[in-house]
C-alpha cells in the first residue's frame, strides 16, 4: 500500500477504531470503520486509476448537432 | 370488448386507445387496478399508499373530458404510479423514510405536473429502498416490496415498487428513479421493461435527491412502446432544473415502427456475456440471434478502462447522498434503517480527493462510450449478470464462485449509463429454469432515447417476454 493509501485507509479507519474503544456509543462508531474502509478500498482503486491522467477534467459534456454544446 | 376483469392486462398503449375510441371508460379502468390492488397487494407491498379516492374522482373527469371532445393524448385516462420520493402536491412524499414520514408536498414534482396534464391518473405511491438508497427495497419502515414472480424473491430495487406493480398488473405504468440502476434492475428482476433517459432529460424538480449528479427519473412499463410514450410526457427542459438540457424532445413514436433492419449493436469483449449466471447466459445468446434475424448486426468490441467503473459510481453515490443527507444525520440518525444510516454516516468521511476522482473517470468512461457509439447505435449488456436474489439478501454468490455485496454485484452492468450519462433501457428477454425473469440492457447516445427504444421495441416485435404474467 503507497503512504498515500495508508494515511487515507490506515489513518482513518484506525483512528475510528479508537475512538471505538474510548467512548460511548463505540459499537456504531466500530460498525462505521468496518464500512468505511470497505468503501476506501474502491475509493482507492479509482484514486490509483485516475493516478497520471493528469489532464483529464470532472464532469460530462456532450455535443448535440443542432445545439450548442449542453454541459451539466 | 375486454370484460373489466381482463382490462389490466392490456398493455398502457392499449387502454390509452380503448379510451380514446371510447370503447371503455377511465373509470372502469381505474376501478379495475384499484380491485386488483385490493385484492393483491397485501402480498406484494408494492405502494406506500394508494389514493382511490382521488384517482376515482380524476377518473370521473377524464371521462367527462374525452364524452365532451377534450382528449389529452395517449394518456388520458390511464392509471399509474409513481415512486414515494415523486412530489404530488397535498399528498405525503417520504422516499420510503421515516425521517419525512409528515412531508406534505406544496407542488407536484414538474413530472407529475406533465403527467397530469397528459391526462394520466395517479394511483398513489409506490413502495422503494430508504431514500433510494439500496438496491433490494426491504424497507424497514414500510415493509418489504416482493416478487410478483415468486414472492420470497427481491423486486429489486431502488424503484422496487414499481417493478412489482407493473408487473403484477397493479398499474400500466410507473415512474420510478435511477441513480446506479434503480429503474433498470427491477425492471429486469420484474420481467419488464424499463428506461434511463440520459441525464438531463427529465427534470428532478419536486424529486427527493440522491446523488445530484447521476440521479434521473424514468418510466417502467411492460413495452418499450408503453415507456416511449410515458417519456414523451415526462421529457423536456425545466426552469426549475438548471440540470435539465433544451436538447428537443423527439416523438419517440416515429422511430418505433423502424424495426431492427440496420441497427449497428455491439458487445463489449470480455465483458457482455462475461461471469453471467447460466441461465442467463443463454438467455443473452438467444436474444442476440433472435435481433440478428431481425435485421440488426452485431459485433464485439473492446472498451478499456472498464475495471474502476464500480468503484467510481460507489465513491460517487455515497458522498453525495452524504452531503445531502448531512444535517438528519446529526439530528436524527435513530430514524434511519440500519444499512442506509451506515453507509451515509461512512460517506461523511470520503476526502474531496476521493470525491472528484471520481467524477474525473466519468470523464475517460464517457470518452470510451462515445467513441464505440460513433460506430455503433447500441452497447448491449445483460441488465443483471444472476436473477432476483431472496428477500433480505445482502450477499449474493456470483459463477465464479465468490460472495459479493449485493449493492456490487447488482452494478456490473448498470453504472455504465449513470456514469456517462448516456441512456439506457432494460427489456425482458427470458427466464430463468426457476421462472424468474432476465433482462437485457440497451446503451444509446446521449439523448438518442430514441434509438435505444427503437431497438428495444425492434426486440419485443419478434418475442413475446414482455406479455408474460405472473400468476398470483
Not at chain 1, 475510528?16 to 459499537?27: F, M, P, R, V
Not at chain 2, 449497428?264 to 443463454?282: H, M
Not at chain 2, 441512456?423 to 432515447?449: H, K, N, T, W, Y
Request: net charge negative; glycine share 8%.
Amino acid at each position: 500500500m503507497v503512504l498515500q493509501e495508508k494515511l487515507v485507509t490506515v489513518g482513518m479507519v484506525e483512528q475510528l477504531s479508537k475512538l471505538a474503544e474510548l467512548e460511548l456509543g463505540s459499537e456504531r462508531i466500530q460498525i462505521v470503520a468496518e464500512q468505511l474502509e470497505l468503501l476506501l478500498v474502491e475509493a482507492n482503486a479509482v484514486n490509483r486509476f485516475m493516478d497520471g491522467r493528469r489532464t483529464v477534467q470532472p464532469g460530462i459534456r456532450f455535443h448535440h448537432p443542432d445545439l450548442e454544446e449542453h454541459a451539466y | 370488448m375486454p370484460t373489466v376483469e381482463s382490462l389490466p392486462s392490456l398493455t398502457l398503449a392499449e387502454v390509452g386507445e380503448r379510451i380514446r375510441t371510447r370503447d371503455i371508460s377511465p373509470v372502469d379502468v381505474v376501478r379495475g387496478v384499484l380491485d386488483r390492488i385490493e385484492s393483491l397487494d397485501t402480498r406484494l407491498n408494492s405502494f406506500i399508499e394508494v389514493q382511490a379516492e382521488n384517482a376515482l374522482a380524476a377518473a370521473a373527469a377524464a371521462e367527462q373530458a374525452i364524452m365532451a371532445g377534450y382528449y389529452l393524448g395517449p394518456l388520458h385516462g390511464v392509471p399509474i404510479a409513481v415512486k414515494d420520493n415523486i412530489a404530488t402536491r397535498g399528498e405525503l412524499t417520504r422516499a420510503g423514510s421515516q425521517v419525512l414520514r409528515d412531508n406534505l408536498a406544496d407542488e407536484d414534482a414538474t413530472l407529475v405536473r406533465r403527467l397530469r396534464s397528459s391526462g394520466a391518473i395517479l394511483l398513489g405511491h409506490l413502495n422503494m429502498h430508504e431514500f433510494a438508497f439500496g438496491v433490494t427495497t426491504n424497507n424497514p419502515h414500510y415493509g418489504a416490496a416482493r416478487n410478483p414472480w415468486n414472492i420470497e424473491r427481491s423486486p429489486g430495487g431502488s424503484s422496487g415498487g414499481g417493478g412489482a406493480a407493473v408487473a403484477a398488473r397493479l398499474a400500466y405504468g410507473a415512474i420510478g428513479t435511477d441513480t446506479g440502476c434503480s429503474v433498470r434492475l427491477p425492471a429486469a428482476f420484474n420481467g419488464i421493461t424499463g428506461i434511463r433517459p440520459s441525464i438531463g432529460r427529465v427534470s428532478n424538480h419536486g424529486v427527493v435527491p440522491l446523488a445530484w449528479t447521476l440521479d434521473t427519473a424514468g418510466p417502467m412499463c411492460r413495452t418499450a412502446r408503453d415507456c416511449a410514450m410515458m417519456l414523451e410526457a415526462i421529457a423536456g427542459y425545466d426552469p426549475s432544473d438548471l440540470q435539465t438540457s433544451n436538447v428537443p424532445v423527439p416523438h419517440y413514436d416515429d422511430d418505433l415502427e423502424r424495426g431492427l433492419e440496420g441497427l449497428r449493436l455491439v458487445l463489449i469483449e470480455g465483458f457482455s456475456l462475461s461471469g453471467l449466471q447460466a441461465d442467463v447466459e443463454a438467455a443473452m445468446r438467444a436474444a442476440l440471434a433472435q435481433l440478428e434475424a431481425g435485421g440488426a448486426s452485431i459485433r464485439e468490441v473492446p472498451v478499456p478502462d472498464l475495471e474502476p467503473s464500480v468503484s467510481a459510481l460507489l465513491t460517487l453515490d455515497v458522498a453525495e447522498p452524504a452531503a445531502y443527507h448531512g444535517a438528519w444525520l446529526r439530528e436524527r440518525p435513530e430514524e434511519y434503517g440500519e444499512d442506509v444510516r451506515t453507509l451515509l454516516e461512512a460517506g461523511q468521511l470520503y476526502l474531496a480527493t476521493h470525491y472528484i476522482q471520481a467524477q474525473r473517470y466519468r470523464t475517460v468512461l464517457r470518452d470510451r462510450f462515445a467513441g464505440v457509439l460513433r460506430d455503433a447505435d447500441a452497447i448491449i449488456t445483460p441488465t443483471v449478470p444472476f436473477t432476483a436474489p431472496p428477500v433480505g439478501a445482502t450477499e449474493v454468490r456470483l459463477e465464479t464462485g465468490d460472495t459479493v455485496d449485493i449493492i456490487t454485484a447488482v452494478l456490473r452492468y448498470n453504472v455504465m449509463s449513470p456514469l456517462t450519462g448516456m441512456p439506457a433501457i432494460s427489456v425482458p428477454c427470458g427466464f430463468s429454469s426457476e421462472g424468474l425473469p432476465i433482462g437485457m440492457q440497451l446503451i444509446g447516445r446521449a439523448f438518442d432515447e430514441s434509438t435505444v427504444l427503437r431497438a428495444a421495441h425492434g426486440y419485443q416485435q419478434l418475442t413475446d417476454w414482455h406479455m408474460h404474467e405472473p400468476s398470483l
